[in-house]
């Protein structure tokens, strides 16, 4: 656990570094791989839970413009002939 928490500061500290508020970002301690096994404990897809909570309460959703016309962006144009 003491690897852990030094590599969690160091994280931190690199977020600050680049001008990000590293000490009030929410961490999640987990591991997908055990989610993906289905291990149902703290740190498998509790640990999963708990980051999808912290994503939908810390990361603000986009304000969307629904009254305009929908624009897809097309990024290249194919011409088959035949």
């Given at each position: ?60 959703q986009p304000k969307r413009e629904v ?7 097309i990024e290249d144009v194919f011409s088959?002939?035949?």
């Open positions: 656990s003491e690897m852990i928490d030094m590599v969690e500061e160091e994280i931190r500290d690199l977020l600050k570094k680049y001008d990000f508020p590293g000490d009030e970002i929410p961490v999640i301690r987990g591991s997908a791989l055990k989610a993906l096994n289905g291990d149902k404990g703290e740190l498998g897809f509790g640990a999963m839970q708990k980051l999808m909570d912290a994503v939908d309460t810390y990361i603000p009254d305009k016309p929908f624009l897809m962006p088959i002939t035949g």
